[in-house]
């Protein structure tokens, strides 16, 4: 029998308990990220969303409102 994945989001994901949430998740083989939201660490973002293959990602358009492929860099 298959067991299925539980999805989750997470919200201020480069924060600390955002990341520590993210470590705890990756040790467990039963969560899907579904979704990472940040504030402002953009280059975190970048790095948390390459690891966990994460389908959406949300930042705030201040970050950078001409770029919206900053995070495909």
């Given amino acids: 029998m298959e067991t299925l994945s539980k999805k989750v989001v997470i919200f ?20 899907e990220i ?8 953009i280059e975190l973002l970048k790095k948390q969303n ?5 389908k959406n990602i949300f930042f705030p358009l201040s970050v950078n409102p001409f ?4 995070i495909c860099k």
Avoid at 22 to 31: P, T
Avoid at 34 to 41: R, W
Avoid at 67 to 70: D, G, L, T, W
């Fill in 12 to 31: 201020g994901s480069t924060g600390s308990i955002g990341t520590q949430t993210l470590e705890v998740i990756d040790k467990l083989h039963n969560f």
């Fill in 34 to 41: 579904e979704a990472l939201a940040c504030g402002k660490n």
């Fill in 50 to 54: 390459l690891h966990s293959h994460t």
């Fill in 67 to 70: 770029n919206p492929n900053i």
